[in-house]
């Protein structure tokens, strides 16, 4: 018999990739037959992220929940982190999944202090990169995956999204003490469908954040030394 279960993602900055990929877990429990819910930060994204939430709020039982959320540690975090376990608390839920670094901390926290009322609910984690993406010989670096580390105790489950994360996690972190599961992102059959290219397209396209973590430095000189080989001019958007 199956089972509806009140599931309530959890992430600080509702765009790019994890923003799509809570999007797409959202759309398949909901035709699932389960009540989800998303708590993010409010002051990050802009009119297309306002779009996308409107065009899926009517299907979220639990809601849309929007808070200031900082993306680094610091004294605003006390505020920030009481105004979202309100809201979670509120919220009862099954599932508590977090994403990132933000998301996975506020997930397992509270999902724990939650166990403390005698709730049942489920704390799952997704890096989406997060803290991971700090090197491993650097003093941050070795604080943020002993506090991984540590947090895995408040962990149930480990979710990837990516063979690559989850090698990086078993580097920099160590092998997870918890259950993990490695759930690929995925694609909708409607991104297989042929477009029309336009006269003027460009070649090639970046879409992502201008950091350098990014890597949009290695686009541009990838895209030079193809020009290279090619032996004409390629163009790109970014």
Not at 72 to 87: C, F, N, Q
Request: aromatic share 10%; glycine share 10%; proline share 4%.
């Amino acid at each position: 018999m199956a089972v509806n279960l009140r599931i309530v993602h959890c992430f600080r900055s509702p765009v790019g990739g994890i923003f799509r990929h809570v999007r797409d877990l959202t759309e398949a429990q909901v035709a699932a037959g389960h009540a989800v819910g998303i708590v993010c930060d409010s002051t990050t994204g802009g009119d297309f992220e306002e779009r996308l939430f409107e065009a899926m709020k009517d299907s979220l039982a639990l809601g849309i929940h929007r808070t200031p959320m900082q993306r680094h540690v610091g004294p605003g975090d006390l505020a920030s982190a009481w105004r979202t376990y309100r809201i979670i608390q509120e919220l009862r839920p099954d599932v508590l999944h977090g994403h990132g670094a933000k998301g996975g901390a506020y997930a397992r926290l509270f999902g724990s202090l939650l166990r403390v009322s005698r709730s049942r609910v489920a704390r799952l984690y997704s890096p989406h990169g997060g803290s991971l993406h700090y090197d491993e010989t650097t003093a941050t670096g070795k604080l943020f995956f002993g506090l991984e580390r540590f947090m895995a105790r408040f962990t149930d489950c480990l979710l990837f999204v990516s063979d690559y994360e989850r090698k990086t996690y078993r580097r920099k972190v160590g092998e997870p003490p918890i259950p993990n599961r490695l759930v690929y992102n995925g694609l909708r059959a409607a991104e297989f469908e042929s477009v029309t290219t336009a006269i003027n397209a460009a070649d090639f396209l970046y879409i992502g954040m201008m950091r350098d973590l990014k890597g949009p430095d290695i686009f541009i000189d990838a895209l030079a030394l193809a020009g290279s080989e090619l032996e004409r001019p390629l163009s790109a958007v970014m």
